[in-house]
Nanobody, 124 residues
Framework: QVQLVESGGGLVQAGGSLRLSCVVSGRTVRTYVMGWFRQAPGKEREFVAVVNWNGGSPYYADSVKGRFAISRDNAKNTMYLQMNRLKPEDTADYYC?????????????????WGQGTQVIVPS
């Protein structure tokens, strides 16, 4: 019902910045919570950040707190992840997600819809 398409990934040197976008289409119900997860090769999918329906209550994983900023522009049907001071350990496939449950810390099962992923590479 809800389609999510990520973009903005790429290769960025350590210390650099990148902004990911997630465009929402289809039915926008069950988009009360939107967030980002990431998955590195051989690793479990990891929570990154979430934000509520009006862009408030941003919540971040400790590993990205102070470096990443999540936001959403509902008029543009787009969620963003601004990533600053990138580190090699940020290398992963990044997935946007939408759901109707607000749990802290967020879990993948809280989300109903997922994008296809966009790759972020930060060489060491």
């Amino acid at each position: 019902q809800v389609q999510l398409v990520e973009s903005g990934g790429g290769l960025v040197q350590a210390g650099g910045s990148l902004r990911l976008s997630c465009v929402v289409s289809g039915r926008t119900v069950r988009t009360y919570v939107m967030g980002w997860f990431r998955q590195a090769p051989g690793k479990e999918r990891e929570f990154v950040a979430v934000v509520n329906w009006n862009g408030g209550s941003p919540y971040y994983a400790d590993s990205v707190k102070g470096r990443f900023a999540i936001s959403r522009d509902n008029a543009k049907n787009t969620m963003y992840l601004q990533m600053n001071r990138l580190k090699p350990e940020d290398t992963a496939d990044y997935y946007c997600a939408a759901g109707g449950r607000w749990n802290l810390p967020p879990r993948p099962t809280d989300f109903d819809s997922w994008g296809q992923g966009t790759q972020v590479i930060v060489p060491s």
